[in-house]
């Protein structure tokens, strides 16, 4: 795995750092690199890219990023996912590609200090932007499903922070990360795509109540409050506190699909604050609140080491 804490003064230069540090076979181990598919060079960035992950070996992983520049000097990172490349095609037209009128951002404001923090692997992207005093984040890669080998081709999920056509400034539940997607069943941060090909929209909150029965949940933020201690000893140390995985589960059929890979929930915000690093199982993790949210229940660690 790849870990990397970086800063960038404009969204075009964080984009390009992000994309040259996943492509750099230096940081990654065995070749399992992000490969460049579109545009040819880093150089010749503009404003859309598309990448190739090897994945597990069997299925390689295609993504996609794309500036959007709106009012006010923000600047969203779109983010798309899909099925194979063809240089024929558009970034939103690539075969497999999520068909829905909007996407998952990253909203961002241009010509803004930013530091930004990378956890990758050969099948996923975890990234997060501090920005101002929100914490913006994406999930770009496939999940752990739950299932037989091969049961769940492609297990491919693109997730945010908000949605195309949202306000950085904006406080509602649709601006909510992707461990916690909230919205409408037409626009969220989350998207999951299923065995059969079709993607589904993760929803967790419509407006300011639970949507229990979207099609799509991630457990255990769809219940509120989560009422869970998640540090098993009296004394807090960085060393004693339980995670649990969230768990991307079904209505429509019913049933647990799968689990993101390297990001679990953790509660006690009174104890543990954004940026900490603390240790569970022998490995290293960096905590992070959803989007300016400082509830108890609202904050996720990512795998760092």
Not at 90 to 100: A, D, L, M, S, Y
Not at 121 to 133: F, G, H, K, P, Y
Not at 220 to 227: E, F, L, M
Request: hydrophobic share 40%; net charge negative.
């Amino acid at each position: 795995m790849a870990t990397h804490i970086g800063t960038a003064n404009n969204v075009p230069q964080l984009l390009k750092n992000v994309i040259t540090f996943l492509t750099n076979p230096v940081n990654f181990s065995g070749g399992n690199q992000w490969k460049l598919v579109a545009p040819l060079t880093i150089n010749d960035i503009a404003d859309e890219v598309i990448l190739k992950g090897v994945g597990d070996g069997q299925d390689d992983i295609y993504i996609g990023f794309k500036l959007s520049y709106q009012d006010a000097g923000q600047v969203d990172i779109v983010i798309n996912g899909y099925a194979g490349y063809d240089p024929g095609l558009t970034w939103r037209e690539q075969p497999g590609g999520i068909p829905h009128a909007t996407l998952p951002t990253i909203p961002l404001v241009d010509d803004s200090f930013m530091t930004y923090w990378i956890s990758a692997n050969a099948q996923r992207i975890i990234l997060v932007v501090e920005l101002s005093t929100q914490y913006e984040s994406a999930y770009i890669g496939l999940m752990n499903p739950i299932a037989i080998e091969r049961q769940y081709p492609y297990p491919l999920v693109i997730g945010g922070s908000y949605y195309e056509g949202g306000k950085w400034t904006d406080t509602t539940w649709g601006h909510s990360c992707f461990v916690n997607p909230g919205g409408s069943t037409a626009a969220t941060s989350l998207r999951v795509r299923r065995p059969d090909g079709v993607w589904r929209v993760g929803l967790n909150w419509n407006g300011n109540a639970l949507a229990p029965l979207a099609p799509l949940c991630v457990w255990p933020t769809n219940v509120a409050p989560v009422r869970t201690v998640t540090v098993y000893d009296p004394v807090l140390t960085l060393e004693n506190v339980v995670m649990y995985p969230f768990l991307l589960y079904e209505n429509d059929p019913v049933g647990i699909i799968g689990q993101f890979d390297g990001v679990y929930w953790v509660g006690n915000r009174e104890d543990i604050a954004t940026k900490d690093t603390i240790t569970y199982g022998g490995k290293t993790y960096k905590i992070f609140n959803n989007v300016q949210r400082r509830d108890n229940d609202q904050y996720f660690a990512i795998e760092w080491s």
